[in-house]
């Protein structure tokens, strides 16, 4: 297996793809200090990265590092924007530490809530990572919020998620994905239906104030907010709307100026802060964003290393209720009277279950009753591998075994090939 050892300088970072579809790649470090995004590296342990990770090494004060496997694009980087994501995520301490004074004297406040937005592919959602590993680091208790439903880290695609975030990221996984609040959206896009899309993000919003409110420590931590690459015309509209929704205080904008201009122009009353994108960042194909979508779903139901296993069970078809979201437009003349087109975009189609929702994701929603379905998180996912009409049995893979916790089930347009 190639092996090669790299000496970092101050300041430096050591950027690599993993290549291949089967190999993974070690990396160690020998001397010195080093991180990946924020989290820190325990000296002589090898951490391991599976295909198409991108990765980058940071140092501080010089290191030597070893990787052993098959990298791409390996180089080391001297130009970084490291040092003013540090200052970034200086300033936001200092706000923190404002809100602990604050909440110590019993005044209704709380620590920066802060979004990060930006065109796709600008080191979004590494940006995020790196300031909650900051945050973390310094004993905070952040809550992560992760809106982007294409590419987002939380749960499946199409969906929204919230994690309390305990401790700095897994180098190779990530943050710790216990008990989050996931809300089922559907659609890889928030433009398939703004309706529903603004509603989840004020649902969020007002469940994540609640816990705030509930818990001083995560109160004066904050929370971070990583958005969709969808920044124009109605996606700039619904970036404006988490900034109310969530009263945000500090918005990042990367890389964009024209964005950062506009946001500034628009919404002078929050503090709007223009960082640049890192050089490594690596841009994402359109089949190499839709591979790691179905990486994602692969991984919720087995894992990174093959760690879980997942149950495949039937279900009686009478036992379930399925609902669609969101009905077919019509043109205005047809509507009734009192009808709004949003009223369609969040209106309960029931589904029949058929052959046609062979491979959908179904959300097993925590709504007890069905007016409850369109602003109730959900307990997890069920992927339909076989429909029996004439049985009326559904065959579904599940993360729990069976039975399923809850019965009333929302179809998403989200797919999966169960190749396992
Ligand atoms: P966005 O959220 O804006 O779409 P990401 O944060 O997901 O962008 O970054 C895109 C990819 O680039 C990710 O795979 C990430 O691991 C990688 N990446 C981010 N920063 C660096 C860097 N400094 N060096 C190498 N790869 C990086």
Not at 232 to 245: M, R
Not at 251 to 263: A, H
Not at 330 to 343: F, I, N, T, Y
Not at 352 to 374: F, I, N
Request: hydrophobic share 40%.
């Amino acid at each position: 297996m190639s092996e090669k050892e790299f000496r970092l300088d101050p300041d430096s970072e050591l950027r690599f793809e993993v290549e291949g579809k089967q190999d993974t790649v070690d990396l160690t470090l020998v001397n010195g200090k080093a991180e990946v995004f924020g989290t820190e590296l325990a000296p002589d342990k090898p951490y391991t990265f599976f295909p198409g990770a991108k990765v980058a090494v940071f140092t501080w004060h010089g290191c030597v590092l070893k990787l052993s496997g098959p990298t791409e694009g390996t180089y080391v980087a001297k130009e970084t924007p490291m040092v003013m994501y540090l200052n970034t995520h200086a300033c936001l301490e200092r706000l923190r530490r404002h809100a602990d004074e604050g909440l110590s004297r019993g005044e209704d406040t709380r620590g920066p809530v802060t979004m990060v937005v930006g065109p796709g592919d600008v080191g979004k959602s590494t940006l995020c990572r790196i300031l909650l590993n900051y945050a973390v680091r310094m004993g905070r208790r952040p809550i992560f919020v992760d809106l982007d439903i294409g590419q987002g880290s939380i749960a499946i695609p199409g969906t929204i998620g919230a994690l309390l975030v305990e401790r700095a990221a897994d180098v190779g996984e990530g943050f710790s994905q216990e008990a989050p609040l996931v809300y089922n959206f559907g659609h890889l896009s928030p433009a398939s239906n703004m309706t529903l899309y603004n509603i989840l993000v004020s649902r969020m919003a007002a469940t994540i104030q609640d816990k705030m409110v509930g818990n001083r420590k995560v109160a004066a931590s904050g929370v971070v907010i990583n958005t969709c690459g969808w920044i124009k015309n109605e996606g700039y509209k619904s970036l404006t709307h988490v900034a109310q929704a969530f009263e945000v205080d500090v918005i990042i904008v990367l890389d964009q100026e024209r964005l950062y201009n506009e946001l500034v122009r628009d919404i002078p009353f929050i503090r709007v802060v223009f960082l640049p994108k890192s050089g490594g960042v690596v841009e994402r194909t359109q089949s190499m964003r839709a591979s790691a979508r179905d990486d994602r779903i692969r991984e919720y139901y087995y894992g990174l290393r093959t760690k879980y296993h997942p149950h495949s069970f039937e279900v009686k078809m009478s036992t379930l209720q399925i609902y669609k979201i969101g009905a077919p437009a019509l043109p205005d003349s047809c509507m009734p009277a009192d009808m709004k087109v949003d009223d369609h975009m969040t209106k309960l189609v029931p589904v029949e279950p058929s052959v046609k929702l062979k491979h959908h994701m179904l959300a097993v929603s925590l709504a007890t009753e069905p007016e409850d379905l369109l602003t109730s998180n959900v307990a997890g996912f069920i992927c339909v591998l076989d429909v029996d009409e004439d049985l009326k049995v559904m065959k579904v893979l599940s993360p729990q075994p069976k039975p399923l916790p809850k019965t009333i089930l929302i179809l998403t347009e989200i797919q999966f090939m169960d190749s396992s």
